[in-house]
């Protein structure tokens, strides 16, 4: 399977709704940051000797770094490569004090879109150092199947929506067959959605709502890629399917109207300006001709474009 799409689901909201991100930091590691504190992005890539490392995401919240990797299967080297992952962006941001260096190692935390009952709370790798010290590296994980809509909901953790319908992705033949089953499936979308308006549109942040709502269909697209049934009652139910988040496209508007704006704005006050010189040449020309005593022909160059145009060469102007 192509899982391409949840990584690009995942670092969207990371990268373009970042604070979707705390409530799911605060679940993880027990802090209590608001839903606006600010937020740093740093470097997903990290260059080593070998090659270049890439995270899903990396963040600066005040004076602390958190990485959360998204893995859509129950892959057993993610210990190991977790520290991989960490030892580089601790190596990245290395405090130096004289001839000495301090790393600081992100919190870290796997989220498993799928799991199993062997998927463990907590990524262990056991790290042996050169003086025989032992030191137990231990990475938190986040486990889809541990939530339900209710609780998302309930724990704010809307960054899941668009990946809980992988519940259910084992299920499309079972729906296929069984009319009302599908129709469970439909009617807690349906509750999804308008938990969703409330939760959002209320608080004046309608275009969070309407971003959410083309991720969750995105996935689900993918998910049922072969059942074109579930996939237009889900996206019917979700009120309509465009993969383009429609902030971005709202934003692109605004910059099309703006460019649109400043060229009209640029025209007039060019005219303008056109307007004042063609003024200012108007007036030397009627200076020149009271200058020579040519008072009879300035009445013909305020009202002859034609004849001004002839005096203006003859004046050189």
Do not use: W
């Not at 799928?114 to 025989?132: A, C, K, M, Y």
């Amino acid at each position: 399977m192509n899982n391409t799409i949840f990584d690009d689901v995942f670092r969207t909201m990371v990268e373009k709704i970042p604070r979707l991100v705390i409530p799911l930091i605060n679940e993880v590691f027990h802090t209590s940051y608001p839903e606006d504190v600010e937020i740093t992005q740093l470097r997903n890539e990290h260059q080593q000797a070998d090659g270049e490392v890439i995270t899903d995401s990396c963040l600066l919240i005040g004076k602390k770094m958190y990485h959360i990797e998204c893995q859509s299967t129950d892959d057993t080297t993610m210990a190991v490569r977790m520290i991989e992952y960490d030892f580089a962006i601790a190596i990245e941001y290395a405090a130096k004090q004289g001839r000495r260096y301090e790393i600081e190692f992100p919190r870290s935390c796997v989220l498993f879109l799928r799991s199993s009952g062997n998927t463990p709370d907590f990524l262990e790798t056991n790290v042996i150092f050169p003086d025989g010290r032992k030191q137990m590296y231990r990475v938190p994980t986040v486990k889809m199947a541990d939530y339900t809509a209710e609780s998302i909901f309930e724990k704010n953790l809307l960054m899941l929506l668009p990946f809980y319908i992988m519940r259910y992705e084992k299920r499309a033949h079972d729906m296929r067959e069984n009319p009302r089953l599908f129709q469970t499936l439909l009617n807690e979308y349906e509750e999804i959605r308008v938990k969703l308006e409330k939760e959002l549109t209320g608080s004046g942040r309608s275009e969070l709502y309407t971003d959410l709502i083309k991720l969750i269909v995105k996935i689900s697209d993918y998910i049922f890629q072969d059942e074109e049934k579930i996939q237009k009652g889900i996206g019917d139910a979700m009120g309509g399917k465009v993969l383009e988040l429609e902030s971005e496209r709202l934003r692109a508007e605004g910059e099309a109207r703006g460019k649109a704006i400043g060229e009209s704005i640029g025209e007039a006050r060019g005219k303008a300006i056109g307007e004042v010189r063609g003024e200012e040449r108007l007036s030397v020309l009627i200076n020149k001709l009271i200058l020579d005593k040519r008072n009879d022909e300035i009445q013909i160059v305020v009202t002859d474009a034609k004849k001004r145009r002839q005096y203006y060469d003859e004046y050189g102007l």
